[in-house]
């Protein structure tokens, strides 16, 4: 039987894990197996820009807070595990572990499995996200989209301005 402060402590752990799943838009669970500290200290970085939270998690712990959380991982945690959660752009962790395994191709940084905004995903689900640009970059298309008429409309008024007035477009004038 575990010691007191032990078996207290770690009651602690998976209430704080608990509250990660419950709280976060996203958790990923990722094998780190095969990275180096090199390799391991850049992921952290791109986690830390990205307003995701990442550490090594105890299996055992995790699955009990998975599971008062309502999901179930049992199948997922197993071996090196570790934790991207996050509770801003939901799919920047699988993205950012896609892109970091693509960028380098001599470790085996793999997704497990995970939760992206209450519904359980495969890691064949959370690789088809990683592929995925960053909601800001789907935002910035969405807009240029709906700029690309105006824009158009407006070179094409500003064209006929200056074939009225019989002179050379701005920018050739002025070169």
Do not use: H
Request: glycine share 8%; with cysteine; charged share 20%.
């Amino acid at each position: 039987m575990p010691n007191a402060k032990v078996l207290e402590s770690k009651k602690a752990v998976v209430e704080a894990l608990t509250g990660k799943i419950q709280e976060a838009t996203s958790v990923v669970f990722v094998d780190y197996k095969g990275i180096n500290v090199a390799q391991d200290t850049e992921l952290r970085k791109q986690f830390r820009e990205a307003g995701v939270e990442y550490s090594v998690v105890k299996n055992t712990l995790t699955n009990f807070a998975a599971k008062n959380a309502g999901y179930d991982f049992s199948e997922v945690l197993n071996g090196t595990t570790a934790m991207a959660s996050t509770t801003g752009d939901p799919i920047a962790p699988a993205r950012i572990v896609c892109e970091f395994a693509k960028k380098n191709k001599g470790c085996t940084l793999s997704i497990k499995g995970g939760i992206v905004e209450g519904s359980v995903l495969s890691a064949d689900q959370l690789n088809g996200f990683g592929e995925l640009p960053s909601k800001n970059a789907l935002v910035a298309s969405v807009l240029g989209t709906f700029l690309a008429p105006i824009s158009s409309l407006a070179f094409v008024l500003d064209q006929v301005r200056i074939q009225k007035e019989g002179g050379a477009p701005a920018a050739e004038a002025e070169a």
